[in-house]
């Protein structure tokens, strides 16, 4: 029997990437990777490469704060690289940190960094690049946040590209309704990859085969429930990591559902069935005692990075919501219960981020019905695959009676591709499992 060795299979992964993407004759690579697999790991040992082998190089990020983290992540591995940072002309275009490092330089104007071998930028920023010599190479980091609008406006400025993201994310966002082109191979609020790949279905695919992120109790229920055509596996075994809490339980459903999700990496606090309004005050409530609990009971967590108990401090902990009116309302209830320095966000916001320990407030929780946006797989998706440790989702009975209620009453589009997985199929498969580790409680 083989026993699957995760470092011998990333690297087998990584090298079969980079051999496509430094020899290989397609205009394009494209890499799916999970929750954690080390995306912008790949993304900077790309690019070294591809500087070493002097192919001039432009990275397409989609945030500012994904390529200033990019620019840090190259300056710290190859300190001697000279590196460009294309901006906006903005007042504060980008982290401050980046004036301490002298193999940075930074410009508003394209013109002024050619010839460096590697410049970043936004793919909003690149989208206004005119009139200068294309890049042999480009890596497009995030390439399913990335509308194909977004990516066409950039597609002259490069010969081959890599095109590296997670395909369980959130879709990209669009301010305007796009159904006039739904079922059309040119769909501007299609994903950069689902339309690069409609035209280029001969494009080598690979896929990253380990999540680094998430532990061995969640690996195979996010695996399974989000990314059926692309699995993977933990990089941990179930004995590597260990949460526990310094302070025993005081029997409260709090605790109790701290204590299963140490136990078993999953909880769930499920409060009554009933309709309400989208800031629930008691599953607000709710939260933010699970987390002050959490900070009262002393956690600390062991790993492979660490033998030794590390604390859990407020900054590894995360409170994960599908709406923003919902984020205000935890960290309004945590401020009442003097608890700062937790993240609290929405799935949007929290998406590439890491924490130990999250504590998620369902999507479908309280509502009279199911909406193609409190349905959208990769919402869910996003909320449970940012933990290292352990995931506590605050939810009120009464879901999978209403995802049965509801089947869909979307049009059907002639020539979209069927997303899969469906939303009513990965709520049901993780409020199986989760069903498992429940612990009611009336307030």
């Known amino acids: 029997m083989t026993v699957f060795d995760p470092s011998a299979e990333a690297a087998r992964a990584t090298d079969a990437i980079l051999a496509d993407t430094l020899h290989g004759t397609a205009r394009g690579v494209v890499v799916n990777s999970p929750p954690g697999a080390g995306k912008s790991t790949l993304v900077v040992r790309a690019a070294l490469e591809l500087a070493a082998a002097g192919r001039p190089l432009m990275v397409v990020a989609q945030t500012n704060a994904q390529v200033d983290d990019l620019v840090l ?7 001697d690289l000279e590196v460009g940072r294309l901006h906006s002309s903005d007042s504060d275009p980008y982290d401050k940190a980046l004036d301490d490092l002298a193999n940075v330089r930074k410009s508003a104007k394209a013109g002024e960094l050619t010839g460096l071998p590697v410049v970043l930028s936004t793919a909003a920023k690149w989208g206004h690049v005119k009139n200068v010599e294309p890049w042999a190479h480009a890596i497009v980091d995030e390439a399913y946040q990335m509308r194909s609008d977004a990516l066409l406006a950039v597609a002259g400025l490069f010969e081959r590209a890599l095109f590296v993201g997670d395909p369980g994310q959130l879709d990209p966002f669009s301010v305007v309704g796009a159904e006039q082109w739904a079922g059309l191979s040119y769909d501007p609020s299609a994903s950069a990859v689902s339309t690069l790949l409609a035209h280029n279905p001969e494009l080598p ?3 990253l085969p380990v999540s680094w992120r998430l532990p061995a109790s969640a690996a195979p229920l996010v695996s399974d429930a989000f990314y ?15 949460l526990s809490f310094g302070v025993a339980s005081d029997g409260s459903a709090q605790d109790r559902v701290l204590d299963e999700a140490a136990e078993s990496g999953w909880g769930l606090l499920e409060l009554p069935a009933r309709h309400t309004p989208r800031t629930d005050p008691e599953a607000v409530g709710a939260i933010a005692l699970v987390v002050r609990r959490l900070l009262d009971r ?14 859990l401090t407020p900054d590894r902990i995360a409170v994960g919501t599908a709406h923003r009116d919902q984020a205000a309302a935890v960290r309004a209830a945590l401020a009442d219960l003097g608890v700062t320095g937790v993240t609290v966000d929405t799935a949007n916001r929290l998406q590439g981020r890491e924490y130990d320990v999250t504590v998620v407030l369902h999507p479908l929780s309280g509502r009279p019905d199911a909406t193609a946006f409190h349905l959208e797989t990769g919402r869910l998706c996003v909320l449970a695959s940012r933990h290292r440790h352990a995931c506590i989702v605050v939810c009120r009975a009464g879901v999978a009676e209403l995802l049965d209620e509801h089947p869909s009453t979307d049009p059907v589009q002639l020539g979209v591709a069927v997303s899969f997985p469906d939303g009513w199929e990965a709520n049901h ?13 009336t307030p």
Request: without cysteine; aromatic residues 6%.
């Open 205 to 207: 695919q690979h896929r």
């Open 73 to 79: 992540r190259l300056a710290e591995k190859e300190p």
């Open 228 to 242: 059926p055509y692309t699995p993977f596996r933990s990089g941990t075994g179930h004995g590597d990591r260990k």
């Open 429 to 441: 498969a993780v409020l199986s499992h989760l069903e498992e580790h429940r612990v009611g409680w």
């Open 298 to 311: 002393g956690g600390s967590a062991v790993s492979e990075r660490s033998e030794t108990p590390v604390p």
